[in-house]
């Protein structure tokens, strides 16, 4: 029962990164954006948290690097909109 909860957190993580991917190619989402980098680091963590439980070095490693994207993205979101308000 737990490794299939943990398959499906996994499976969530997976399809929240490939719909980010796929809005952004049709033009439906803009990068910059709030809900594509949140879609992106919740996703990842999703994902990275199923690796946990089955791990696999290669996939951990893009994970890391897929949050810490992600993370940059909405850091400089905020700051974009830190300014504009001010």
């Known amino acids: 029962m737990q490794d299939n909860i943990i398959d499906a ?13 796929y809005l952004l190619h049709l033009e439906r989402i803009d990068p910059k954006s709030l809900r594509y980098n949140l879609m992106n680091l919740v996703g990842a963590v999703f994902l990275f948290f199923s690796l946990c439980f ?5 996939s951990l490693v893009i994970e890391v690097f897929w949050i810490g994207a992600s993370i940059i993205g909405l850091w ?6 830190a300014v504009s308000e001010i």
């Open 54 to 58: 089955n791990f696999n070095l290669a």
């Open 76 to 81: 400089k979101y905020w700051r974009r909109h």
């Open 9 to 21: 957190i996994g499976m969530l993580g997976t399809l929240m990164v490939i719909l980010a991917y």
